[in-house]
């Protein structure tokens, strides 16, 4: 299972470059680390303009195995300027298609981070609602 980070990261690349080919004039600038020994992998997303580079984020990825056996691969999403981490897991199913995950997974980081909901103090009660 631990073959699929680098390819997984691969098609989370191309995904990212099909949805947005030049974000904000510039180019994206990724960068990789992968461990195979922990099963560990993370995807370091930049964009290139003609001033520098400006970060955008990462992706983390980690294989593992559930109880039963079943492989697994859980991302965990980051972006710059926000501490929000949001984590998917992928479960290794026999009609899974890892391109297509990828691109789900590509899609959600490029909406960004999600706005934390905020609880409101002044909600209506039961009682007031009959």
Known sequence: MHTRLLS????????????????????????????????LARLNLSVRTATGVIPRGQ???????????TPCLK???????TDHRTTRAIYSKPDINWT???RKIAAEWMAGAPELAVADETAPSLAAAV
């Open 75 to 81: 991302a965990e999403l980051a972006w710059n300027g």
């Open 59 to 69: 992706v983390l990825l980690q294989s593992y195995q559930l109880a039963d056996g």
């Open 8 to 39: 997984f990261l691969s098609d989370l690349e191309r995904a990212l470059a099909a949805d947005d080919p030049a974000p904000l004039d510039g180019q994206w600038e990724t960068s990789r680390t992968v461990n195979y020994h922990l099963g």
């Open 100 to 102: 297509s995950e990828a």
